[in-house]
């Protein structure tokens, strides 16, 4: 799943003091579609039906753990490709979940 | 000022390696208004016409440095209401960026 084209995109930011979970989470969001945008960050092209669905999703994975803090932003797809990115030598460590 | 009544919001998310610019890029969304939501994560209100000049400054921040993907969103103070956060036992430091 991309994120032109379609309607809405989700926008999801974590930050998660469990290296663990914060692996679970972006294979999570990876399984779901999304792309990783960031180290702690992700979005795609989402249905607004679904919406509740990947929330579940991320409610299930923190049930019993603590010390964390995700936000999802569910905007536009016009919204999304006028952000603004400023980056320079930014090499985004796709794997990384298989390092920790 | 905050997030509330008016009609748009800044969302300003950063993966900063450096600690120093990390540090000064935090400052700075602080000092325009913006306010902590993520360890780095901005939000606050905005017009739509300071929109350049807060770039701007993130822009000037960052010259002469590499290793940094900062993102810039403006969204509907709506949008922005309807965000979903899911968080436990989390606790901003919002000094840590006089710690590093």
Chains 1, 2 share one sequence.
């Not at 964390?68 to 979940?97: F, K």
Request: charged share 25%.
């Amino acid at each position: 799943m991309g994120v032109g084209g379609l309607e809405y995109v989700a926008l999801v930011i974590y930050d998660v003091r469990d290296n663990k979970l914060r692996s679970e989470i972006s294979k999570f969001l990876k399984r779901v579609g999304l792309s990783r945008i960031q180290k702690s960050a992700f979005a795609g092209s989402i249905r607004p039906s679904d919406r509740s669905e990947l929330e579940a999703g991320l409610r299930r994975l923190v049930r019993g753990w603590s010390n964390y803090n995700i936000q999802v932003y569910v905007i536009s797809a016009s919204t999304y490709s006028s952000r603004t990115v400023i980056s320079e030598g930014y090499v985004l460590e796709e794997d990384e979940e298989f390092l920790v």
